[in-house]
């Protein structure tokens, strides 16, 4: 709020400079979530939105992946297809956004596109019907009407999707541990994302592969997918080695 644009990329280099320096290599930011409900709990209420508009969130959503870029370290820009509108913190229940969103929402993610892409798309535990299957009451980050019908589809974005924590109340109180799993794979998302918390140990991680692999065998998971998730990932780890290099040069 007190910075220009320009102003907050040098307040941004310095933070992605000092990441890079600590080892860290992404950062799960921006948010370009609009806001749109000023009594919103988790976006509005944490002050977390850049502006109301296309036009306020851009200018800085720029500024901020291009600074991490410069240094070496990774953007994802959150959450798909918007949170700004929402009553509810998708972090303590499931959020019905049919009242309140807006196609106006989806507008940050087509604007950035190019060399202003952030390598990462976070998708939200979001409800829509427009990003749900028919008859159902999906969140985005495990419908495939979402990620391969509007954000790779009519988007037309190319680079790595990532679920939000699928430890979060908005999924966890729906699904087991292994349908959230499969379900946001299969739906399309490269990169599964899972805080565990203290709840589960390092068994957790084995039985996530354990759960994928059934499924790929099972056909509930389609291989060329796992390969292509593989592609994006590997492509992106060469890129980020590549930069981080060009940063330590200069």
Avoid: C
């Amino acid at each position: 709020a007190r910075y220009s644009p320009e102003q907050a990329a040098v307040r941004y280099r310095k933070a992605a400079d000092d990441l890079a320096r600590l080892g860290v290599n992404l950062n799960f930011g921006p948010v370009v979530d609009l806001n749109r409900n000023r009594r919103n709990p988790i976006i509005a209420r944490k002050r977390r939105a850049y502006g109301a508009t296309t036009a306020d969130v851009l200018p800085y959503a720029h500024a901020f992946i291009s600074a991490h870029r410069a240094a070496g370290v990774l953007t994802s820009a959150k959450h798909f297809p918007g949170h700004g509108s929402s009553w509810a913190d998708s972090h303590r229940r499931f959020v019905d956004l049919t009242k309140t969103w807006d196609a106006v929402e989806l507008a940050p993610y087509r604007a950035l596109t190019g060399a202003a892409a952030p390598d990462m798309v976070m998708v939200g535990h979001l409800y829509h019907p427009r990003f749900s299957p028919r008859g159902e009451r999906v969140p985005a980050s495990l419908s495939p009407a979402a990620i391969r019908g509007v954000l790779r589809g009519k988007i037309g974005y190319r680079g790595i999707v990532i679920t939000d924590d699928l430890e979060m109340a908005a999924v966890t109180r729906r699904y087991s541990l292994k349908e959230r799993v499969i379900r946001a794979i299969a739906a399309g998302n490269d990169v599964i994302m899972l805080s565990d918390g203290t709840t589960r140990g390092t068994g957790v991680v084995d039985a996530i592969h354990r759960h994928v692999r059934e499924a790929v065998l099972s056909g509930r998971i389609g291989l060329a997918q796992i390969r292509a998730a593989h592609a994006r990932i590997i492509a992106t780890k060469a890129r980020l080695a590549g930069t981080r290099r060009e940063a330590r040069a200069d």
